[in-house]
């Protein structure tokens, strides 16, 4: 069983403190009042794992909540995509009212949306490629109405930059969470032939490379991405247990975009 599960039934032998810990406290009915002195500095120990994991997944539905809102409204499509997050983490009836209050939380207008992002960058101890999967989250959650306003543009980039991703990396991101959506859309029209040449396209700006682009670097750039998502890698960084069935998603949909590309130049 996750920490997750424990948490819920009672076994829960650690406090995450700060703002994230109110937050997830408030949440699941759970106080914390302990601070984060001193934590940049300490060293990395098994304990922190579960700091991680419990971050992960506080400020992922709580920040969710408030790209969602920062529009004026949650629309149903934003409010889908957090279920179907849920849905696909398998959460208990317990930790699924927990995810739908962090979401609720993150939409008032007094979130500390600061000091949650500061918090997490903390916990993640520099974890790169955990904080490009949250960040990743956030695009689509941006996108999930079908429209990318100012608004929301501005605000993913303020996130970016508190967790330390440049815009040139938030743009990269953001053009990968694009062409996945179309790419996965254009599965299911793929005998028309337009729709099979914007799905070559979008393969590769699934790997972020050009269509100009030689085979040693299409592999190199499957590698590298297959590698920063995979499953078993990121829960050992402190992705939530829970949450190891969205990186597989991501590495299907990373390896169908390298198939198109690879059957389409005969390597």
């Known amino acids: 069983m996750s920490w997750l599960g424990k948490l819920v039934g009672g076994a829960f032998g650690f406090m995450l403190g700060g703002p994230l ?17 001193g934590m940049a500095g300490e060293s990395f120990n098994p304990g922190d794992q579960q700091r991680v994991q419990m971050a992960f997944f506080t ?19 934003e409010i889908g995509l957090a279920k179907r997050v849920m849905d696909n ?3 208990s009836p317990e930790l699924r009212e927990a995810a739908i209050q962090l979401f609720q939380q993150g939409k008032q207008t007094d979130f500390p949306l600061k000091e949650v992002l500061r918090q997490f960058r903390v916990e993640c101890h520099r974890r790169t490629n955990l904080v490009r999967m949250f960040v990743e989250i956030q695009i689509q959650a941006a996108f999930a109405d079908g429209v990318y306003d100012a608004k929301e543009e501005k605000l993913l980039l303020d996130i970016c930059a508190q967790l ?20 996965q859309q254009s599965g299911e029209q793929f005998h028309e032939a337009k729709a099979g040449s914007s799905k070559l396209e979008d393969a590769y700006a699934v790997l972020g490379v050009s269509g100009t682009a030689d085979d040693a670097e299409v592999k190199k750039a499957y590698r590298r991405l297959m590698s920063q998502h995979h499953p078993d890698k990121l829960v050992a960084k402190g992705l939530p247990e829970e949450m190891m069935q969205m990186a597989k998603q ?6 169908k975009a390298y198939e198109t590309i690879r059957e389409t130049r005969g390597f």
């Open 21 to 37: 810990g109110a937050i997830f406290g408030a949440s699941v009915g759970h106080q914390f009042d302990t601070g984060l002195d």
């Open 250 to 255: 991501k590495t299907q949909q990373i390896r």
């Open 59 to 77: 400020a992922t539905f709580a920040v969710m909540g408030h790209v969602a809102k920062v529009d004026g409204r949650v629309s149903n499509e």
């Open 164 to 183: 330390g991703l440049s815009r040139f990396e938030y743009q990269i991101i953001k053009g990968q969470v694009q062409a996945q959506h179309r790419f």
């Open 89 to 91: 983490m398998e959460l």
